[in-house]
């Protein structure tokens, strides 16, 4: 098994390359399982409770951004990542047989649905969800999935979002919603991918018409985000021009070939890594910040001392013990993490 997760993703490299072809390695994400869908008042097990060190290099965000998120209460607004205690022990991602059955979901009042667009001749299927205790426009975002493919996890996050005020959208970047267990295939989807980086922009691009077509959705208030491939996906957007708002990666690569030109970068990026994670070592994190500065981006690190890889996933824990991976799950770090996002799209996405 180690020879297939011998690293995350050199994935925005390929981004950056604007054409170059390149297989990416293995990610060290735990493979998928069905997480259990989120409730509001538990956490994950094992955490590693470290401090974030926030590297700033744009203005800070408004101390009152958190509580100012639209259409969602006080309480909603500053949640960490509702991990049902249930899905926190669940077994090991890729140990799919050994999971304990995910609880039944109270989706209150959100509304979800699955959809089918597509990219070319490639057929996409996506899941989108909002509040439909309101029926006002809101800002969306969109949520790229791990290399898995569109599991259960981005479809989690994606609810979340919803909770908090947001139509949200789980994109879909290989086709028919597919996702898998097998780290050999899903090597073999991302290299797919990242070999054609104009098919993978447009698959990007198909999502996001998509959630700015949604009647629930502002489309002059968009932004997306990403968990580790996701996070180098949305970056290596961000770095083609892509008009967003904002931009937030969780663990994802920041390196890229080519660094981004003068004033290409449009949306405002917060960039939330682990200062323990070999896939995104410091260097990575210097070259990433003078890279934005020469670009002239607006932009925020924050690194999370003692963080290892896919800190965000409860899962990551047992499965980095399993097959002796630098992966973790990092409760302080996952709680602090969502709550600086929380606060960067309330106030990136306030009303214009």
């Known amino acids: 098994m180690r020879h297939l997760v011998a690293s995350c993703f050199v994935i925005t490299v390929a981004l950056g390359a604007c054409g170059k072809k390149e297989t990416p390695p293995p990610e060290t994400t735990p493979p998928p399982t ?21 590297a700033t290099t744009a203005p800070e965000a408004d101390a009152g951004a958190a509580t100012a998120a639209p259409e969602a209460d006080a309480e909603a607004a500053t949640a960490a990542p509702e991990a049902d205690a249930e899905a926190a022990t669940a077994a090991p991602e890729g140990d799919a ?13 959100l509304v979800a649905k699955d959809i089918e667009y597509k ?43 919803a909770r908090l005020g947001y139509t949200a959208m789980a994109l879909d970047m290989y086709g028919d919603g597919k996702s898998t267990e097998d780290p050999k ?5 991302a290299g797919g991918v990242y070999a054609d980086p104009a098919a993978m922009k447009a698959r990007f691009d198909a999502a996001l018409d998509m959630l700015k077509a949604e009647d629930t959705v502002d489309p002059e208030r968009i932004g997306a985000m990403g968990y580790c491939f996701g996070g180098g996906i949305v970056l290596g957007m961000a770095r083609a021009g892509e008009d967003l708002d904002g931009v937030v990666s969780f663990h994802g690569v920041l390196e890229t070939k ?58 990551a824990t047992e499965a980095g013990k399993k097959y002796d991976l630098p992966v973790a799950y990092d409760e302080a770090a996952d709680k602090d993490s969502w709550e600086k996002m929380t606060a960067f799209w309330a106030r990136v996405l306030a009303a214009k």
Do not use: C
């Open 34 to 54: 069905t997480v259990a869908p989120e409730e509001d008042t538990a956490t994950a097990p094992e955490p590693e409770a470290d401090t974030a060190e926030a």
């Open 97 to 109: 047989g050994a999971a304990a059955a995910a609880p039944v979901e109270d989706m209150g009042t």
């Open 119 to 161: 990219a070319g001749d490639t057929t996409l299927k996506g899941y989108i969800v909002w509040d439909g205790a309101s029926t006002d426009k809101r800002p969306g975002i969109l949520v790229v999935h791990e290399w898995w493919g569109l599991n259960d996890y981005a479809k989690m996050r994606a609810r979340m979002l």
């Open 185 to 189: 295939v899903a090597g073999e989807w």
């Open 258 to 315: 080519e660094p981004v030109g003068k004033d290409v970068v449009k949306p405002e990026l917060l960039v939330l890594t682990g200062g323990a994670d070999p896939m995104v070592p410091q260097e990575q994190v210097d070259a990433f910040k003078k890279e934005m500065t020469d670009a002239g981006a607006k932009f925020d690190v924050v690194v999370y001392d003692g963080a290892k890889h896919a800190f965000t996933n409860p899962a």
